[in-house]
């Protein structure tokens, strides 16, 4: 696969669609960030080149190719306990004022955004069980997503 350094073109048209597409911001300092990660996906779609792919994408020959060039701009990064401040500001902020809100209600609805495979979700319940002891007996629904498969 040739590995020619994409063009500003290329480079913009990328970030423009990425940002666009997924609300990621790329700007053409992470040229290399880019390169790297199309390198593969172009070289798995069958063109010899990632200039060629993104011929591909922008002819709209195929689709799917837009899909998979956002896809491969996102970072999949994902553990448990990921960052410990939102779990401090859940603890400590959050729930005790949607406590007291919903008291009478007895509910609590939780979406993590960004969570990749979904070891933050499972923090998240973790964390409410060690530190809400009260909330087995509120109607608690959560759920985790991600804009990559």
């Known amino acids: 696969m040739s590995t020619a350094t994409l ?12 940002r666009e597409r997924a609300a990621i911001e790329l700007d053409a300092s992470k040229s290399y960030l880019i390169e790297a990660r199309l390198a593969p996906v172009a070289r798995d779609s069958g063109y010899a080149s990632i200039a060629d792919f993104l011929q591909g994408v922008r002819a709209k020959r195929r689709p799917e190719l837009e899909s998979r060039m956002v896809e491969a701009m996102t970072t999949n990064e994902t553990s448990f306990f990921r960052d410990i401040h939102p779990f401090e500001a859940l603890r400590k902020t959050l729930l005790p004022e949607i406590r007291e809100r919903n008291a009478a209600r007895r509910t609590l609805n939780i979406w993590s955004a960004a969570c990749s495979t979904g070891q933050e979700i499972y923090s998240v319940a ?16 959560m759920i985790g997503t991600d804009l990559s498969d």
């Open 126 to 141: 973790m964390h409410l069980r060690e530190h809400f002891p009260e909330l087995p007996a509120w109607k608690v629904q």
């Open 7 to 18: 063009t500003p073109d290329a480079i913009t048209y990328v970030c423009s669609t990425v």
